[in-house]
């Protein structure tokens, strides 16, 4: 079966930081425009971060600095660095490609409390 898998979520305090990952089965992530979404419970789905084919990146204003959007090609994976996490960042975070998007998987929780 073909899907994202995503994994690395948990409990921070604002101001830390988690690394969230998404292994491709079946799909090489590398060959498609790749995103970090996040859903807050009852809200939209919003595209948080993007990286082209050829590794250009792009943000949204609230995470610009703080996020860090990444892929190993050899693991077939990709990474979402987040540092200063903020409680306005708690959501549950999901992968998928732009271009050819797969049906949702379960996510990755984030929730960002002292």
């Known amino acids: 079966q073909v899907q994202l898998v995503e994994s690395g979520g948990g409990l921070v305090q604002p101001g830390g930081s988690l690394k969230l990952s998404c292994v491709g089965i079946?799909?090489?992530?590398?060959?498609?425009?790749m995103g970090w979404y996040r859903q807050v419970s009852g809200g939209q789905r919003e595209l948080v971060t993007g990286?082209?084919?050829?590794?250009?990146?792009n943000y949204i204003p609230a995470v610009k600095g703080r996020f860090t959007i990444s892929r190993d090609n050899a693991e077939n994976t990709l990474y979402l660095q987040m540092n200063d996490l903020k409680e306005e960042d708690t959501a549950t975070y999901y992968c998928?490609?732009?271009?050819?998007?797969?049906?949702w998987g379960p996510g990755t929780q984030v929730t960002v409390s002292s």
């Open positions: 990286m082209t084919t050829d590794g250009k990146t």
């Open positions: 998928n490609s732009l271009n050819d998007p797969l049906s």
């Open positions: 079946g799909r090489r992530v590398g060959f498609y425009i």
